[in-house]
């Protein structure tokens, strides 16, 4: 399994922005699926995912404010988050997926969106 530590977490007011990271120490990071989830109190959610080509998905309710992105030289994933609303309050969760091997999970970084 890969080590995932993320980081950028934090209180933001309505409207604002941040900016996660989801630093990695497996040697199978560029050629891993990653992905941000979310959780509340009822499930955890895919937020969004970018597989080693780039390609990217998001859930209905951040696309246009949250994007996701890789940096394969720093073996670190990103989530930018724009313009959050009180309902984007959650814990936040780096994933990664390869193949048929379990995924690997973070420790999670709370977002917290109040005035």
């Known amino acids: 399994q890969v080590q995932l530590v993320e980081s950028g977490g934090g209180l933001v007011q309505p409207g604002g922005s941040l900016r996660l990271s989801c630093a990695t120490s497996?040697?199978?990071?560029?050629?891993?699926?990653m992905g941000w989830y979310r959780q509340t109190r009822k499930e955890r959610e895919l937020v969004a995912a970018i597989?080693?080509?780039?390609?990217?998905n998001y859930a209905d309710a951040v696309k246009g404010r949250f994007t996701i992105s890789r940096d394969n030289a720093k073996n670190t994933v990103y989530l930018q988050m724009n313009s959050l609303k009180p309902e984007d309050t959650a814990v936040y969760y780096c994933?990664?997926?390869?193949?048929?091997?379990?995924?690997?999970w973070g420790q999670g970084t709370q977002v917290t969106v109040s005035s």
């Open positions: 597989t080693n080509s780039g390609s990217t």
């Open positions: 497996g040697r199978f990071f560029r050629i891993s699926t």
């Open positions: 994933n990664a997926r390869l193949g048929d091997l379990p995924d690997s």
